[in-house]
């Protein structure tokens, strides 16, 4: 197990705890049973990005403070050099970079997703969050598919879509690397 899932959930746990909010209340929260969510709360499964977002909103604390364990504490500026955003793996093998962990109260969450590809005959799996998502693919070509609708995207090609509908992506012909922008 990654040392760093394993803090995120710590984390969360302590949070939770702090707060005396019941495992059935951030399950729900989330949408998932609480067996799911221990899991995620002990570290057993990383949690997913989205989750993680709506858990720093409940919470009341930054992305970054659960990513980190630190405070961010830039307000003007934050930069993020390549490959050094906090790191956050998901389901299905999407690896998010936060692009964003060190900005204090940030209203938009920015990571760089990387999605390995699948076999094509596999279903693209869909999940929901808050607030609407804007992705611009850097490379590779993926699907995005929002309800019923797909579109295949290039380098250079962009979507924005209500996040709480279902939706997802998967990559075609390889790899694919995009920078999702979540408002939070």
């Given amino acids: 197990m990654r040392e760093d899932i394993k803090d995120i959930a710590q984390r969360i746990k302590g949070l939770r705890l702090d707060l005396g909010v019941t495992v059935e209340r ?5 949408e998932v049973t609480p067996e799911k969510y221990l899991a995620y709360e002990t570290g057993v499964e990383d949690l997913p990005a989205s989750a993680l977002t709506e858990l720093a909103a409940f919470f009341k604390v930054d992305l970054g403070l ?9 307000s003007l500026f934050s930069v993020t050099r390549k490959g050094r955003g906090a790191s956050v793996d ?14 204090k109260e940030a209203r938009i969450e920015p990571f760089v997703v990387t999605l390995p590809q699948t076999e094509s005959d596999q279903p693209i799996p869909q999940n929901i969050h808050p607030g609407q ?9 993926m699907l995005v598919k929002v309800l019923d609708n797909e579109v295949e995207l290039c380098p250079g090609d ?3 879509f209500d996040a ?3 939706h ?3 990559a075609v012909g390889g790899d694919a690397k995009f920078i ?5």
Avoid: C, Q, W
């Fill in 90 to 103: 998901r389901r299905h093998g999407y690896k998010y970079e936060s692009l964003s962990a060190t900005f």
């Fill in 66 to 74: 659960l990513l980190t364990g630190e405070v961010p504490h830039m």
């Fill in 133 to 141: 998502e804007f992705d611009f693919l850097l490379e590779g070509h």
């Fill in 158 to 160: 962009s979507v924005i």
């Fill in 180 to 184: 999702a922008i979540i408002n939070v």
């Fill in 168 to 170: 997802g992506m998967k």
């Fill in 164 to 166: 709480t509908k279902p």
């Fill in 26 to 30: 951030l399950a729900e929260l989330i």
